[in-house]
């Protein structure tokens, strides 16, 4: 709202505000439910995804890990083998050959979630647009979508947090993972921290779109250059994708 | 008309029975005090982190309810398969299944990062997850049970044990199915992605329940004086001997299968030979120490006589079950994800190497914790309500052996 | 032996509808906590009236909250989030109840709420507090540097 800490909101700053982003949300569905008879593919509204081109990813390169740990709070406890990571560099070293490379990696929002297959309480949930989530209201802390992700995108909370930004509650005794920055897409916004990251540090190397609109950058490029998953042999049809692994 | 036995609640009041009831509380204090500890503190004051999430509490949770269902190993028996020299033993077999299961339920529940949201898990299912299904067989498991010992004990009820005792019969195999599955269906880890898994967790409940059950009924007939005769005991002893081998046959068949597929080398090799602490666990504790050691005592001509030793074997046993669900639970989630085939991985989340887990104190107090609570229970009940029977003598035993001397007291079993 | 079950079985219902009863006996009844207790809120209006505010707050929150968390469709004016903003000043501490107007009121009725065990207690425009902890990335760079022979480490494990 205001950046002026003392500043009183006024009534009708309050609800000016409100209005605008509900009259976005309910146009939205209305816009969803024509598109089906305009595009075959796009079957029920979009789906949100990432296609990462390794070739372009850094060495050494961690703005994206910053950018998406700043923009959600996450930070160390100075105990890293409990300390939350939604999203971390993974170097890779080629057996055969030796050839280095390294690409990040986050939750992956399968289209097939272990995670929410195997989560007792249904806190584990994939929204109608592929974003794989955590409620926080019902996780009970029993850790077994972290036992059954084939990425080891989760991180246990294990012990007492405080100053969570306001879009990303976290808390003692749940699990979570990357939102694919759900709060801005919920807001409107069309981009994520990391990818807005690596775009401004020149690298280009992540792309955040729908996936089921032909028309968008990341339907196009995934098109025409393929791309593949990790552990695709688990047929999870992951969201976020990757090019030169 | 089959022999009638006479049970008995027992006294409760030797100093013996009152020293026991205060350790198991002192057990049960120190793990509230780890639960305490944790909610309080949360999990980083545990060996557990975010490359190992289920750690000592979840062996002892998984020791005691897989021993649960095996518990009941002599009430099946008598009710289901006819042997009457199991019958005397059937309430108790059935009471120690109820109080071990309620004990390792307790350690999982006390484990959870949330556990003031038990509410939460019992309203909201997810069909999909076999761990909801568990909840369903766990509680189902406990309300069969009583009903069975309800049947058991009430007179007019006598005549639908068959029934409840078949019933309960298919719910523990199912029950152990379902715990060895919550393994079994992580298709993302190596060491876990095998339906063999369920049938070892049965063959592992028969051993380990077999072998609680035969330290129990020691305990409980030495230590309140009623005579045990030596045909019981070497019945039971001779059938724990061929659990362990069926045990060993499914730990063997397991890495068989493992070792004909080239993409599960890498963990049958850490398992098997470098994986440090736990393939020390694997040959020296689960095969040497669990396996072999108690094959050897249990069918020695000599030594096999001896109540020492058949004891001894029996604890064996369940040091080496514990070191299997060791190797399982944490040597499993050691080993790192294999995201990468070709590759080698390396991060600052600790991908691609071996994780650490050093067991903590909270972890092993809420382990005996639960432990003790199960015992507690156990000693209770036998106090309170007539499970036990008044004797297990070689003549109460055998139903082919003479009568005399056996009351009608109280109704047959 | 039956008789103890016909007893348990016939007291079980009665302790819980005792409890039941027990524990509604105390619904409805809000009391605001003297004037002096509850801070000012920032707007000038609230989103409902406030005797509906005051009975309904986590009804109407939790009403909403599923079609926030699992659908997208958020209600601004019915967010969490929104409510902090206007009503918490940005110099509360939830420690001091004093200044917390959620606390304040809870702390008064004596109903306990875990909201902020993992939402922010603190306005959105409120300067974070000053962090203890380590910052994330030097330890993720200590980390790299740490591990960077791990790969050696995992040859050793992964090929037999
Ligand atoms: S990557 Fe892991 S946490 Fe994310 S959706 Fe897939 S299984 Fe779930
Ligand atoms: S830890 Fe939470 S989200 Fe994960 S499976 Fe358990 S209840 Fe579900």
Known sequence: MSSDNSAPLSRRQFITGAAAAVAGLTIAPGVFLLKPAEAAQKADGPRWGLLIDTSKCADGCTACVRACHEENGVRSLGRPETDAQWIRKVNLTERATGHQHSLPVMCQHCENPPCVDVCPTHASFIRPDGIVLVDKHSCIGCRYCMMACPYKARSFIHEKLTDQKPHAPRGKGTVESCTLCVHRIDRGERTTACVEACNRDGHKAMTFGDLHDPDSEISQRLRNYGSTTIRADLRLNPAVRYQGI | ?413 | ?160
């Open chain 3, 1 to 160: 032996m039956p008789s103890v079950l016909t007893r348990a079985g016939l007291s079980l219902p009665a302790l819980l509808a005792g409890l039941v009863f027990f524990a509604l006996s105390g619904c409805g009844k809000v009391e605001p906590p003297p004037a002096s207790l509850l801070a000012e809120a920032r707007g000038d209006q609230c989103v409902e009236p406030t005797d509906v505010m005051r009975r309904e707050h986590m009804q109407i929150l939790m009403h909403e909250r599923d079609e926030a968390k699992r659908y997208g469709r958020r209600n601004p004016d019915h967010s969490f989030v929104g409510c902090v903003d206007c009503h918490v000043s940005p110099t509360a501490n939830r420690e001091d109840p004093s200044t917390h107007f959620c606390m304040a009121c809870h702390e008064f009725n004596a109903v306990r709420m875990d909201c902020f065990q993992c939402h922010t207690d603190r306005p959105s425009d409120a300067a974070p507090a000053s962090h203890r902890n380590v910052d994330l990335h030097e330890s993720i760079e200590r980390h790299l540097a740490a591990h960077a022979d791990a790969s050696t480490n995992a040859v050793e494990v992964s090929i037999p």
């Open chain 2, 1 to 413: 008309m089959t022999l009638k036995t006479h049970f008995r609640d027992i006294e409760g009041r030797s100093a013996r029975y009152v020293a026991l009831l205060g350790g198991l509380l002192v057990l049960v204090a120190l793990g509230v005090l780890a639960a305490l500890m944790k909610g309080s503190q949360g999990h980083y004051i545990t060996g557990m982190n975010n490359q190992v999430v289920w750690g000592l509490p979840h062996i002892f949770a998984i020791l005691l309810i897989v021993a649960a269902s095996g518990a009941l190993n002599a009430a099946s028996f008598s009710s289901v398969f006819g042997r009457v020299a199991y019958k005397p033993l059937a309430r108790v077999s059935g009471l120690l299944a109820m109080t071990l299961l309620i004990g390792g339920l307790v350690i999982l529940v006390l484990d959870l990062g949330r556990p003031d949201r038990l509410v939460v898990a019992m309203t909201h299912y997810n069909f999909k997850s076999i761990f909801a299904w568990n909840i369903f067989l766990y509680t189902g498991f406990l309300a069969v049970v009583a009903v069975y010992l309800w049947f058991m004990i009430e007179r007019r009820m006598n005549r639908y044990v068959p029934i409840a005792g078949y019933t309960a019969f298919i719910w523990r195999l199912i029950l152990t199915t379902g715990t060895g599955s919550i393994f079994g269906f992580l298709v993302a880890r190596e060491a876990y992605d095998a339906a063999i898994l369920a049938p070892m967790f049965i063959a592992m409940s028969f051993s380990l329940g077999m072998a609680v059950f035969i330290l129990v009924v020691l305990a409980t007939f030495l230590g309140t004086g009623r005579p045990l005769g030596d045909l019981i005991l070497r019945r039971m002893k001779n059938l724990l001997g061929i659990f362990v081998a069926g045990v060993l046959y499914f730990v063997l068949a397991y890495h068989l299968t493992n070792l004909y597929a080239t993409r599960l080398h890498g963990i049958e090799a850490f398992v098997l030979l470098n994986g440090g602490i736990y393939t020390f666990l694997f040959w020296v504790v689960q095969i040497g120490i669990g396996s072999v050691l108690p094959l050897v005592l249990l069918f020695h001509p000599v030594w096999s006589q001896s109540r020492r030793v058949i004891a001894a074997a029996a604890g064996l046993v369940l040091v080496g079950g514990f070191a299997q669900l060791y190797v399982i639970v944490i040597g499993g989630q050691a080993y790192p994800l294999e995201m990468f085939p070709g590759y080698d991985m390396s991060s600052s989340f600790f991908d691609g190497v071996v994780a650490s887990y050093v067991p903590s104190l909270p972890e092993l107090m809420l382990g005996v914790g639960g432990v003790g609570f199960a015992f507690l229970l156990f000693a209770l009940a036998l106090k309170f309500l007539p499970f036990l029977p008044a004797s297990l003598s070689d003549e109460h035993v055998d139903p082919h052996a003479d009568q005399s001397g056996t009351r009608t007291a109280a109704a047959g079993a």
